[in-house]
């Protein structure tokens, strides 16, 4: 006889998936329905309109693809890129070098800007190695969550725009959480997933391409590599055609669309204000606690955060306790990083004080119990000045 499926209250306060509200959950029970009834039109119309405004664009093609935020970065470059076409690459953690492998694997050849783990790439180093190449696009992750650094995009952009190149901005942590400005930024084309900030379940891929991305698409030289993530088929099935691709997962755009119901009541910039100060409340908490913070100063995320792992703490342990014992998930480090550091995400519902407040105090409790010499109640008295703050 097989095990019962179990449900947990679980915190997730790590890099995704992130806790997801009560409505978006009542809205995954909604009756399901044919990927070609008229009512899913409507709301795949709905999506759309509502992720032009988190998106901050006016780009026509902004929709979902079903699949993982992974999938928005293939469809992405599958798109685009061509055998022996020249991308230049930024990476700063693991998912900018996942990009480089990607244009590797679709015959691309990836030009990469490199940068130890925790800072950000320079503007002036893109610009450079845009003039040392014929480079067909540049790829970059705007909030890495292997190390939690926020890449400033304003300046690329317009660089990227001057040398005649397209911006791909992998979007995943920072949409619906920070400011992501599609337009303005010059941004060609960006994708995201569902399971952090948008604080819908894992699932659909929201991705937006311009004008100037689909002449692109259109003049290729070759087919694009992939069927399933084929923009020129997508955009049949998501327009006034409706002409067939695949089966759109139903129950999980249900859930998109309730979270970003909620997004556009709360408003962008009120959302915006709330992940900012969880992300203080949580970096002075720490640092209060005697910890070192990882991500360069002045570019450190608002939606997750780094932290060094003290000496004699013991990673794996630390994180058992915190969720076996307090029932609370934070991430550990990845590739180079495992081991080093710890990754406290505060994305979405999680930016609450509901969440931010007792993750704090039970990481001080941990590290108390682990023997780190810390003063009770320093994490959640330092936290808390900064998130009754007037806003």
Request: glycine letters at 8%.
């Amino acid at each position: 006889m097989r095990k019962e499926l179990k449900s947990f209250d679980r915190i997730l306060m790590g890099p995704g998936p992130s806790n997801i509200h009560p409505r978006v959950l009542k809205a995954m029970t909604t009756t399901l329905v044919s990927h070609f009834d008229p009512y899913i039109f409507e709301i795949l119309d709905e999506i759309s309109e509502m992720l032009r405004m988190v998106f901050e664009t006016r780009n026509e093609f902004t929709i979902a693809i079903s699949g993982s935020g992974s999938a928005g970065m293939e469809a992405s470059l599958c798109n685009v890129v061509e055998p022996g076409d020249e991308i230049i690459v930024a990476p700063v953690g693991t998912f900018g070098e996942r990009m480089a492998e990607m244009v590797k694997r679709l015959g691309g050849r990836p030009m990469i800007v490199k940068q130890e783990r925790g800072g950000i790439i320079q503007p002036d180093r893109i610009e450079k190695a845009l003039e040392e190449s014929n480079a067909k696009a540049v790829a970059i992750v705007h909030v890495e969550t292997s190390s939690c650094v926020m890449q400033p995009l304003e300046r690329i952009g317009e660089i990227i725009r001057n040398h005649g190149a397209l911006l791909i901005v992998d979007a995943v942590a920072s949409l619906g959480g920070a400011p992501v400005k599609v337009d303005e930024w010059n941004i060609d084309i960006c994708y995201s997933g569902t399971q952090k900030c948008l604080n819908a379940p894992p699932g659909l891929a929201p991705i937006t391409i311009n004008k100037r991305a689909w002449e692109a698409i259109e003049n290729r030289r070759s087919p694009i590599p992939s069927f399933y993530f084929d923009a020129t088929l997508l955009k049949k099935y998501w327009s006034e055609e409706r002409l067939y691709h695949h089966t759109v997962p139903v129950s999980t755009a249900f859930a998109l669309y309730e979270a970003l119901r909620i997004i556009e009541e709360e408003g962008l910039e009120s959302r915006f204000e709330k992940h900012r100060l969880a992300g203080e409340a949580v970096r002075k908490s720490l640092e209060a606690m005697g910890l070192e913070l990882f991500a360069q100063k002045g570019y450190e995320a608002p939606v997750i955060t780094s932290v060094k792992i003290p000496e004699g703490i013991d990673d794996a342990k630390f994180r058992s306790i915190m969720l076996n014992k307090e029932n609370i998930e934070i991430g550990g480090g990845l590739d180079v990083l495992k081991g080093k550091i710890w990754r406290v995400g505060h994305m979405g519902y999680g930016a609450e004080p509901e969440f931010v407040l007792p993750t704090l105090a039970a990481m001080e409790k941990t590290l108390i119990y682990m023997g780190y010499h810390v003063e009770p109640g320093t994490a959640v008295a330092v936290a808390s000045r900064v998130l009754e703050k007037p806003k």
